[in-house]
């Protein structure tokens, strides 16, 4: 089998062998009588999955709950051919624990039914009845291993459940490496046999972070070891709850299955929503940096009803945020540039005078950091240094010395005599900006925005609470005090909550950009979950071109500061390019040393491992390590490294090292990326080395504010 990842849920479509598990209250009804068109749906999507060439296994409940109808039934008949005793429903009735008796008479008929069903798409199916004994035999695993293994080659769909009719298992007492219900057979099946996705069906559409029933209940998008949540009452039916279902999960994705999903197996479209990588249900993914800033998300079209109440009062306090921004906004633009640049040096001069407490409230946020195990990339981020202070309060300072942005006249047309028509800058509006856990940044944004009078709701990583916490204070007291009282300090909104996120994105008559710094897997769910515009990046794949003509100096300098000044940051190099030349020359092999003497793991192709210059292969050229390793690849010609970048680049920041001029304009005319350097590192793509100041991310669109987007970029205009 392919090695498949996913690290989003867009991979999600390139799973291919699946496990679905259906459990007892979504292919039974409350009575207990099979539920024809819910199973229906998971054949029907089942049978299409298998068709794209997919390989698909089914773990299902229900046998239980079927047979106990049977039972009722038969024991019914026999009553009523005895006249001479009274019918007693204790005398045919499963009691409430899981009856073997039940299970024998509901296996056969539920898993007819399933046949049957599967017959009319043409699928073939098989049955396998497994115990925990099973498993704790490594002899008989191996050969369910075997043999579903053998089935699946053949286009056939395994359907698993538990044997109850033989283990009676009736509790969660788990032997050794077994299962106690079909959430963790599901779970020990994925893994055994190397899934690349696990769905698990279940009655409610995804996992919430406390009891579905709380007012406050929020369903979460991503989860991950780190994520918690509280465990509210399981189901009427089956054994697995939720925390069954979220301990299973975990499991399956310590023994190797890429995803996990839990959704509502209720809902028809279930599987193929899943599949196409919608916000649907609660996807589970080994923890790791892409999936840092998650968000957590409440799927509008399946819902709880008693959830309603809850969905009205978050939009409201979303809205009453974002109103509260642009009242403010309308307020700062009718004051003067002198007091907007007062507000900024008030700003500036606070944070200079409080450091000690700025920097007491982020090792507070670091320890928490570090306790959690946030990995090492992340952390370097979080940490506040002096350095970074005073880099912060510069920035500031520079950004009140820029020229006044506001109500400047960009164009002046004389239409007649008595007409004049002028077009006058003028803010954007009010901007929902989702950073990354890189507390300096809100100081930062919020004196672009309020530079150039945008209104400013702002989300940051939640490992930076205490960080982002005090310089929120800092930003409203400067406001109110060096205003007068003028402009509120709610021009610059702070909410905390993952959860905030979904009602905010849906506020587009009152929010006007949005604006996600953070991993790609965040920016995608910006895109794909809200009407606002989106201004940002997804990836900062950057490239060094080292050329023929390079001088040798120069392009080690260039090659490690692009990779090892800051590996984690977006204008990172994370490929490097060497022109044939360079391998004959030396040259290449004294820049990868440069690398490895700074601790840069190198990756590359098959032909420069060939050559002996990379430690290992690269797996995708299309990779943002953000850390200290990096791609290289061997090119013949400077055109071979202008289609490398057009394929694998995400239009961020790329670099030609070379002393030839014509072969650096061909490659500046050339590569079309909103940041392209002849002999500069890749991190002088910053907003505060371009003499922005600071900046409020980095945009790779093709219209609009392109590159490290400071002031400048935060206006539109009016004619």
């Given at each position: 089998m392919a090695n498949i990842k996913i690290s989003s849920r867009r991979d999600i479509c390139n799973a291919n062998r699946i496990v679905i598990k259906a459990g007892t209250s979504i292919v039974s009804t409350p009575l207990g009588y099979p539920s024809l068109p819910r199973i229906a749906h998971i054949v029907e999507h089942a049978a299409d999955l298998v068709r794209a060439g997919k390989e698909v296994i089914i773990v299902t409940s229900g046998a239980v709950g079927v047979g106990k109808q049977k039972l009722r039934y038969q024991g019914m008949?026999?009553?009523?051919?005895k006249c001479f005793k009274a019918i007693n429903e204790a005398d045919f009735l499963c009691p409430k624990s899981y009856n073997a008796a039940c299970a024998a008479a509901g296996q056969l008929g539920l898993m007819s039914l399933y046949s049957t069903m599967f017959d009319q798409h043409d699928i073939a199916t098989s049955q396998l009845l497994l115990t925990s004994f099973d498993f704790a035999s490594p002899d008989r695993c191996k050969n369910i291993q075997n043999v579903m293994e053998q089935l699946l080659r053949l286009g056939i769909v395994p359907l698993l459940n538990e044997n109850d009719a033989v283990s009676a298992n009736q509790g969660y007492e788990l032997f050794g490496n077994t299962f106690s219900d079909n959430d963790s057979l599901a779970s020990l099946v994925a893994g055994g046999m190397n899934a690349d996705l696990l769905i698990l069906l279940t009655d409610v559409d995804g996992v919430y972070d406390r009891p579905p029933s709380h007012p406050q209940a929020r369903i979460i998008n991503t989860y991950t070891h780190k994520t918690g949540f509280e465990v509210g009452d399981k189901s009427a039916q089956g054994r697995g709850g939720m925390g069954a279902k979220v301990d299973a999960a975990l499991k399956a994705i310590d023994r190797g299955v890429k995803a996990v999903v839990i959704a509502a197996g209720g809902h028809p479209e279930t599987i193929p929503r899943i599949l196409k990588g919608e916000t649907w249900g609660t996807l589970f993914l080994e923890a790791h940096d892409e999936i840092e800033e998650d968000v957590i998300c409440v799927s509008e079209d399946f819902n709880p009803g008693e959830n309603d109440q809850m969905q009205d009062c978050a939009m409201e306090q979303a809205r009453a945020v974002a109103a509260s921004a642009r009242e403010g906004s309308r307020a700062l633009q009718r004051v003067d540039s002198e007091t907007r640049n007062l507000i900024l040096l008030h700003i500036a001069e606070l944070i200079d005078s409080k450091r000690?407490?700025?920097?007491?409230?982020?090792?507070?946020?670091?320890?928490?950091?570090?306790?959690?195990?946030?990995?090492?990339?992340?952390?370097?981020?979080?940490?506040?240094t002096k350095q970074k202070l005073d880099a912060l309060v510069d920035g500031i300072r520079s950004i009140s010395l820029q020229m006044e942005p506001l109500r400047k006249v960009l164009s002046r047309t004389n239409i007649s005599d008595a007409l004049v028509l002028d077009k006058v800058s003028c803010p954007i509006g009010v901007l929902l900006v989702i950073f990354e856990a890189r507390p300096e940044c809100l100081p930062q944004i919020a004196a672009c925005a309020i530079r150039s009078g945008n209104g400013l709701v702002l989300k940051g990583g939640r490992e930076a609470e205490k960080s982002n916490e005090i310089f929120h204070s800092i930003v409203t007291s400067a406001i109110t005090l060096a205003s007068g009282g003028k402009v509120p300090g709610g021009i610059v909104g702070l909410v905390t909550s993952r959860s905030d996120i979904p009602p905010l994105l849906k506020q587009d008559d009152v929010i006007d950009l949005v604006i996600p710094r953070g991993s790609s897997s965040l920016v995608r769910y910006i895109k794909d979950n809200t009407r606002i515009p989106v201004m940002g990046h997804a990836e900062g794949i950057c490239h060094v071109y080292v050329d023929e003509a390079a001088d040798i100096n120069t392009a080690v300098a260039i090659t490690v500061d692009s990779k090892v000044d800051y590996p984690s940051a977006c204008?990172?190099?994370?490929?490097?390019?060497?022109?044939?030349?360079?391998v004959d020359s030396g040259l290449a092999t004294a820049v990868l040393n440069g690398l490895k003497g700074a601790?840069?793991?190198?990756?590359?192709?098959?032909?420069?491992?060939?050559?002996g210059l990379a430690d290992r292969r690269v797996e995708d050229f299309n990779t943002e390590y953000g850390d200290l390793a990096v791609s290289v690849e061997i090119v013949?010609?400077?055109?071979?490294?202008?289609?490398?970048?057009?394929?694998?680049?995400?239009?961020?920041?790329?670099?030609?090292?070379?002393?030839?001029?014509?072969?650096a304009e061909y490659f500046l005319q050339e590569v079309d990326s909103a940041c392209v350097f002849h002999n500069a590192s890749t991190r002088f793509a910053d907003g505060y080395r371009f003499g922005l100041g600071a900046e409020v991310g980095v945009s790779t669109s093709r219209t609009g504010p392109r590159g490290p987007v400071g002031v400048e970029g935060l206006l539109s205009f009016k004619w």
């Open positions: 008949n026999r009553a009523s051919g000690e407490e700025i920097l007491a409230a982020n090792q507070e946020d670091v320890d928490k950091a570090t306790m959690e195990g946030i990995s090492v990339q992340i952390l370097k981020r979080l940490k506040l204008n990172a190099a994370e490929t490097v390019l060497f022109h044939r030349s360079t601790g840069v793991e190198i990756l590359g192709s098959e032909k420069v491992v060939g050559l013949d010609s400077v055109h071979e490294a202008v289609s490398h970048i057009h394929k694998y680049g995400s239009a961020h920041t790329d670099c030609i090292v070379t002393q030839d001029k014509d072969t």
